[in-house]
């Protein structure tokens, strides 16, 4: 089972980056998909998600700002992320929880991508 997170790199503030998160080795149909980042020095914390039970959810500091939308066809999530701020740089990661329901603790995703670099800067 692999997840792989695609799409970082360096904007400039104010910019726009979407990231995507591809599954393989088994289909996410019933999983809850997220998000979630580290800082360097940082503990990893959440950005969004969207429950298979319906809705999404998202850090304060990224809403209204931050979309998260997922494709059961081609079992993938995406986050568009907008008016990007010099703060959310840091590594993204896409996971999966396998009880379907809204999460945003990192010990209840059972799945990890490697990671993608987001960095904002001028």
């Known amino acids: 089972v692999q997840l792989q997170a695609y799409g970082g790199g360096l904007v400039q503030p104010g910019g726009s980056l979407r990231l995507c998160c591809a599954a393989?080795?088994?289909?996410?149909?019933?999983?809850?998909m997220g998000w979630f980042r580290q800082a360097p020095g940082k503990e990893r914390e959440f950005v969004a998600a969207?429950?298979?039970?319906?809705?999404?959810g998202y850090a304060n500091s990224v809403k209204g700002r931050f979309t998260i939308g997922r494709d059961n066809a081609k079992n993938a999530v995406y986050l568009q992320m907008n008016s990007l701020k010099p703060e959310d740089t840091a590594i993204y990661y896409c996971?999966?929880?396998?009880?379907?329901?809204?999460?945003?603790?990192?010990?209840?995703?059972?799945?990890w991508g490697q990671g993608t670099q987001v960095t904002v800067s001028s």
């Open positions: 996971a999966a929880d396998s009880s379907g329901y809204f999460s945003d603790a990192p010990g209840t995703y059972d799945y």
């Open positions: 393989s080795g088994r289909t996410f149909s019933g999983y809850t």
């Open positions: 969207v429950p298979w039970s319906g809705g999404t």
